[in-house]
Nanobody, 118 residues
Framework: QVQVVESGGGLVQPGGSLRLSCAAS????????MGWYRQAPEKQRELVAAITIGGGTNYADSVKARFTISRDNAKNTVYLQMNSLKPEDTAVYYC????????????WGQGTQVTVSS
């Protein structure tokens, strides 16, 4: 059974930091591209950051230079370090595990709330 579980969300003041973690089980983690997505109220889910099986990364323009994605294949875990948080970063953050090789697979976590407010 595949499980993708996020943790680390919460309430933080503008300018503060949070680190999200996502632990995956039931998959061969190193074969999956891992991504963080977010969805704010009344908005579509958007890609925040992703890290490939080779360690390549890409970020949404809105978070570049503030957020850092990393992975630990030994722990089957991906992280999202979020610095200089802004109110517009408020959203539910979801972890995604994606395998592009056949057969393609996508697994999602249940989400963790991040609220940036004074």
């Amino acid at each position: 059974q595949v499980q993708v579980v996020e943790s680390g969300g919460g309430l933080v003041q503008p300018g503060g930091s949070l680190r999200l973690s996502c632990a995956a089980s039931g998959i061969i983690f190193r074969f999956y591209t891992m991504g963080w997505y977010r969805q704010a109220p009344e908005k579509q889910r958007e890609l925040v950051a992703a890290i490939t099986i080779g360690g390549g990364t890409n970020y949404a323009d809105s978070v570049k230079a503030r957020f850092t994605i990393s992975r630990d294949n030994a722990k089957n875990t991906v992280y999202l370090q979020m610095n200089s948080l802004k109110p517009e970063d408020t959203a539910v953050y979801y972890c995604n595990a994606h395998r592009s090789s056949f057969p393609s697979r996508d697994y999602w976590g249940q989400g963790t709330q991040v609220t940036v407010s004074s």
